[in-house]
């Protein structure tokens, strides 16, 4: 483990790195902001995660239907977290141009709702339903290789707002349809995850349903992130 003592790390920040295990002993923390998977926190003493997990249940009801097994609990999911995007992109549509701008190098507004497009092609079409079809040519996947720019991805492209939106509608019908029929026993099947080399190369031997959580968290995740960002940009054009 690297260890730090009395270096002055203010204004630091840590981006895409992994803390598992880390240890601020003596710390002074002030005006600190954590986001990502946080689990097992403790802070003076106190283990804190799942106070912050309350929390953001109650703030966001719609995290406690992601982690149902129940299919009308997941379906009613699908529907307000589209709700929540088709209100957004409003809220975007109000403001031209807010689309493509980006704060802190995060995803401006159509980056993220590309990557949500390479999310349910791999993630839905690809695991949930066994489909060995090219990824929609516009989705952001991962920025590893080989994946960054393969199965169809095309990442010469930029397509406007409403190309995109038009895709995720259709994408977000394809998935309600799917959820209408679905059962909890093709829920807790084996995934039908093509045997060859493309993304997601993990999700082997999970269950549809866990495929299909991980659709729906990132269409969650994703939202907050955007929406946070809208937020700060509007802020910074009003003062």
Avoid: K
Wanted: glycine share 6%.
């Amino acid at each position: 483990m690297t260890r730090y003592v009395d270096e002055d790390l203010h204004g630091a920040e840590f981006r895409e790195c992994d803390l598992t295990g880390a240890r601020l002993i003596g710390v002074v923390m002030q005006d600190a902001v954590i986001d990502g998977l946080v689990t097992n926190l403790v802070v003076n003493g106190v283990e804190v995660t799942e106070y912050v997990e309350a929390e953001l249940d109650r703030r966001h009801p719609v995290r406690v239907l992601i982690r149902s097994e129940d299919p009308a609990d997941l379906r009613e999911a699908a529907r307000r977290l589209q709700a929540g995007w088709t209100a957004t992109i409003e809220r975007i549509r109000r403001a031209p141009g807010i689309e493509r701008r980006s704060v802190n190098d995060e995803w401006s507004a159509v980056q993220t709702m590309r990557h949500l497009v390479f999310v349910h092609d791999s993630w839905f079409r690809r695991c949930c339903l066994g489909s060995t079809e090219l990824f929609t040519p516009m989705g952001i996947g991962p920025s590893v290789e080989p994946y960054r720019g393969a199965h169809g991805l095309d990442l010469s492209l930029d397509p406007d707002l409403d190309e995109i939106v038009s895709v995720r509608d259709a994408q977000a019908a394809e998935l309600e349809a799917w959820l209408d029929d679905v059962t909890a026993a093709q829920l807790a099947v084996r995934a039908p995850v093509p045997d060859d080399d493309v993304w997601p190369p993990y999700a082997r031997g999970r269950s549809v349903r866990q495929c299909l959580g991980t659709v729906l968290r990132e269409t969650f995740e994703h939202h907050g992130f955007c929406v946070r960002d809208l937020g700060l940009i509007e802020a910074q054009d009003a003062e």
